[in-house]
């Protein structure tokens, strides 16, 4: 399925977090994507374990948990998380990829690969028949508000001509713009920030209905 949105969390008042799942589950949003950063493998700090246990108890929409922690294999079992939720982890956080994808498979999770724009296509080669997904990203992971790498269009492009079944999700200034553009290069999934969904010009409703015309 193409065209989905996560709306990405810490974008979120976490005064208003009701009012906003509320309006996402209205708006029948695909995913939730929720940013663990661990102040090593990043350096941010943001969503933790008890924000990702709440969230799951709160809501029926399946989360999207992206882990940007060091290794990852140690801490997924930190998280709740089930049935089509997806876990992803980045390829550069860990020496055991495969092992990675086992925990997040063994609790009947869709496994997501991650790419920092710099890491090249081929780490793929001998991982992919495991994968359920990769996740693109279009920035540098850490900090919300980056400009896109213009080099990760092709590369989302690139990997859609390489494997065309595997599920594509883009992380970074997905803008209703960007959005457009990065669909026309193959993505399905975009994580929706500050720029779209969260953007201050119009409401959540406002915001969703514009980005959902732009990936159409």
């Known amino acids: 399925m193409r065209g989905m949105i996560a709306p990405s969390m810490m974008c979120a008042d976490f005064l208003e977090l009701g009012k906003s799942i509320h309006a996402f589950e209205v708006l029948k949003m695909e995913y939730l994507h929720i940013d663990i950063m661990d102040g090593s493998f990043v350096p941010n700090y943001t969503l933790g374990t008890d924000y990702v246990r709440k969230l799951k108890g ?60 710099a890491t090249h296509l081929g780490v793929l080669e001998d991982v992919m028949v495991d994968l359920d997904a990769v996740l693109i990203m279009t920035v540098n992971p850490g900090f919300a508000g980056q400009s896109l790498v213009p080099q ?54 406002e915001n969703t209905r514009k980005l959902r015309e732009s990936i159409r």
């Open 58 to 117: 709160a809501t029926k929409i399946p989360l999207d948990i992206h882990l940007m922690v060091d290794r990852p294999e140690d801490k997924v079992d930190w998280f709740e998380f089930g049935e089509g939720d997806f876990v992803s982890f980045h390829y550069e956080a860990t020496h055991h990829v495969q092992r990675t994808i086992g925990c997040i498979k063994s609790r009947g999770a869709l496994a997501m690969l991650a790419l920092n724009p």
């Open 152 to 205: 990760t269009v092709d590369k989302v492009r690139r990997l859609r001509q390489m494997y065309p079944e595997i599920t594509i999700e883009v992380d970074g200034n997905v803008s209703f713009e960007n959005a457009r553009i990065l669909r026309d290069a193959g993505a399905d999934i975009f994580v929706a920030g500050s720029s779209s969904v969260f953007a201050k010009t119009g409401s959540l409703e």
